[in-house]
T-cell receptor, first 118, second 111 residues
Framework: EAQVTQNPRYLITVTGKKLTVTCSQN?????MSWYRQDPGLGLRQIYY???????DKGDVPEGYKVSRKEKRNFPLILESPSPNQTSLYFC?????????????????FGPGTRLTVT | KNQVEQSPQSLIILEGKNCTLQ??????????LRWYKQDTGRGPVSLTI?????NTKSNGRYTATLDADTKQSSLHITASQLSDSASYIC??????????FGTGTKLQVIP
């Protein structure tokens, strides 16, 4: 089954304790992205990757890191989490398509990771 | 600043009725516009994707329209079902580098 998986699905942690949220897709997609969703603000892009070893910042990258060492995996790293990073996080993937103008291929979202930082 | 505004914020309709959701955007340059359905606590699911040259796209009971000149889009749901209860999100892309999400319309379909 074609899918995007995220782990963990729920996480409660304390300020400053490094954590990693994993994201994996089995569709051989080049493009992967991380978003956070907060009430009243909608989804905002954190980081995206157009292929292995190619990553770039989205709208709200502060406090986050990513890596893309393999095509299928795109982990989100919070080196020193703070309470303002409490949010619902989604990973997504799609085929890239030609050029850099953006893909018209369907984007598949993971089930989400609800993170609480106390 | 690029913005995507959706209206109404919330909507309650009777099962079987039709409804139309609106999306206005100021994103430029424009690459594509997507409509997603998001059930509470779950990831968004793609309904339609339209590029600049497309002005309508259907997916079952969902029909999206796009007017690139006025920068407006609508999502029309025909013969609503209880399972249509969800948030509907409009997303406009400049490309991979910039993706702007609307805050969504929360639709509730009641029997």
């Amino acid at each position: 089954e074609a899918q995007v998986t995220q782990n963990p699905r729920y996480l409660i942690t304390v300020t400053g304790k490094k954590l990693t949220v994993t994201c994996s897709q089995n569709m051989n997609h080049e493009y992967m992205s991380w978003y956070r969703q907060d009430p009243g603000l909608g989804l905002r892009q954190i980081y995206y990757s157009m292929n292995v070893e190619v990553t770039d910042k989205g709208d709200v990258p502060e406090g986050y890191k990513v890596s893309r060492k393999e095509k299928r995996n795109f982990p989100l790293i919070l080196e020193s989490p703070s309470p303002n990073q409490t949010s619902l996080y989604f990973c997504a993937s799609s085929y890239k398509g030609p050029g850099t103008s953006g893909s018209s291929y369907e984007q598949y979202f993971g089930p989400g990771t609800r993170l609480t930082v106390t | 600043k690029n913005q995507v505004e959706q209206s109404p914020q919330s909507l309650i309709i009777l099962e079987g009725k039709n409804c139309t959701l609106q999306c206005n955007y100021t994103v430029s340059p424009f690459s594509n516009l997507r409509w997603y359905k998001q059930d509470t606590g779950r990831g968004p699911v793609s309904l339609t994707i339209m590029t600049f040259s497309e002005n309508t796209k259907s997916n079952g009971r969902y029909t999206a329209t796009l007017d690139a000149d006025t920068k407006q889009s609508s999502l029309h749901i025909t013969a609503s079902q209880l399972s249509d209860s969800a948030s509907y999100i409009c997303v406009v892309s400049e490309g991979y580098q910039k993706v702007t999400f609307g805050t969504g319309t929360k639709l509730q379909v009641i029997p």
